[in-house]
């Protein structure tokens, strides 16, 4: 069985103060869970890695970076390496996020060099992929899913551990307030499973993780979560909120 992944994704919010805070509220009700059937992970700033690995210790909770330069150190102005992400016990790395593509510019070769030296050096990239509302209204989004994906991947050639992990995140629903239905989220995370069937083996695909991100809430994360093919859930602004995270990352989870 896959273990779920439950990951929040804080995007650029939050001083230290504020984390100080969050954890102390959050850290309280994680004990109250049973984590055997999952993981839960938090992609802080970088400003507050450090911090968080610090209060994170000896605590079940993952620390993820919101992004990684493919190089271990060098002339890259404004990035952050993944041997600099390691040190500070980052195990997980957004890439790809419809932030970086449609705001910054980031392209699918870029991202795919990010996937690259991440999983080299032993991190988990979490690759986004998902189609913008006039792509998904002329019939593209499988299409697009399809090139965002195999591009994203393409540099790793074969998977022996740590397999990446997809997130379809639907542009449209990210941010918005209108989530993909439970149904409209399966169709394209079943079709993402059989496209990493023929790139890899019907063995790696059964065991990477593929979640869903847009608008999740405490209200809709459980028909979400029926659906067999949504291992876990990329969560931007719920998660933002310790107590509505927490009910995001404790509930039953009940396969269809
Ligand atoms: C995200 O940024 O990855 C995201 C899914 O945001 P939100 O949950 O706010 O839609």
Known sequence: MRKY???GNWKMNK??????????????KLSEINLSD??????????????????????????????????????????????MLKELGVEYVILGH?????????????????????????????????????ERNKGKTLEVVETQLSEGLKAIKEIKEN???????????IGTGITATPEQAEEVHLFIREKLKKLYSEEIAGKIRILYGGSVTPDNI???????NIDGVLVG??????EKFFKICSIKVEKE
């Not at 060099?113 to 080299?120: D, M, N, P």
């Not at 397999?163 to 629903?173: G, S, T």
């Not at 602004?237 to 310790?242: E, I, K, Q, R, V």
């Open 222 to 228: 459980k028909d979400l979560m029926k659906k067999p």
């Open 5 to 7: 992944l439950f990951a």
């Open 38 to 83: 999952r993981e839960i992970m938090i992609a802080p700033p970088f400003t507050s890695l450090a911090y968080c690995q610090s209060i994170l210790k000896d605590k079940p909770l993952k620390l993820g970076a919101q992004n990684s330069c493919w190089e271990e150190k060098g002339a890259f102005t404004g990035e952050i390496s993944p041997k």
């Open 163 to 173: 397999e990446p992990v997809i997130a379809y995140e639907p542009v449209w629903a």
């Open 98 to 134: 419809s932030e970086r593509r449609h705001i910054f510019g980031e392209t699918n070769e870029i991202i795919a060099r990010r996937v690259e030296g991440v999983y080299k050096f032993g991190l988990i990239p979490i690759l986004c992929v998902g189609e913008t509302l006039e």
């Open 15 to 28: 001083t230290l103060k504020e984390v100080e805070d969050y954890f102390d509220k959050f850290l309280k």
């Open 237 to 242: 602004g719920a998660s933002l909120d310790p």
